[in-house]
Each structure stands twice: as C-alpha cells, then as structure tokens.
C-alpha cells in the first residue's frame, strides 16, 4: 500500500527555521513528481514547491527564496527546508506525489496528484 508520512513539523518564531519530512512507503515516489502543499484553516491548499525525478524544482512566489525542496531517493524522502519564517506561514502541510516523472505546469495544481500525507502543523509565532 502507497504512503506518505510527514515528519518534523512544529512551533517556531518568526526568523526562524524549521525542517518537514515526507517518507514514502510502498513505492518509490521519490522517483516521480512530489510536492509540498500547505492550508490554512478555512482557506484553499496551496502548492508551495515541486521537484521532478531529476531534481528540478518549482515554486511558489509567497516561499521563493526562503524554502527549499529536495530529495534523497535512497531513502524515499523528500525535505523542505524553510527559513526567514514568518507568521503567514502558520498553515497545515501536506507532501504529494504522482506517477508522472514531470511535474510541468501542473506543479501546483491539487487534482494533478493522487497520493498524500495526513499533514503536520507548523506554526509561526510572532
């Protein structure tokens, strides 16, 4: 059975970093399209960053510069390390994966991925 689980979410104050784990099971997703999604409560999710099978990324205006994604397909996880936190980024995060090697314009697009992750909170305090 295909699973993603992420880890390492949490409480942090603005400036600061903080890194979310996404582990799959079942199948080497980090071979295919993978993405970070985050929610804030009552609002739309949001794709935030992608990268491909090679390793190429995408990302969103609003983390640009601050988060980055990788991968370690050896271990079948895939990172996002976020900086210069600020209280906006308060949200649910969500990792995503497809079968597609490349993610392409759809990046972003919630409906283009098929598996997910329960989310893990990160919260930023002012």
């Known amino acids: 059975q295909n699973y993603l689980a992420e880890s390492g979410g949490g409480s942090v104050e603005a400036g600061g970093s903080l890194r979310v784990s996404c582990e799959a099971t079942?199948?080497?997703?980090?071979?295919?399209?993978m993405a970070w999604f985050r929610q804030v409560v009552g609002g739309k999710r949001e794709g935030i960053a992608a990268?491909?099978?090679?390793?190429?990324?995408h990302y969103a205006d609003s983390v640009k510069g601050r988060f980055t994604i990788s991968k370690d397909n050896a271990k079948r996880t895939m990172y996002l390390e976020m900086t210069s936190l600020e209280p906006e980024d308060t949200a649910m995060y969500y990792c995503a994966a497809d079968t597609r090697y490349w993610c392409g314009d759809g990046w972003n697009s919630e409906t283009a991925f098929d598996d997910w992750g329960q989310g893990i909170l990160v919260t930023v305090s002012s």
């Open positions: 079942g199948y080497p997703a980090t071979d295919y399209c």
């Open positions: 990268i491909d099978r090679i390793g190429r990324t």
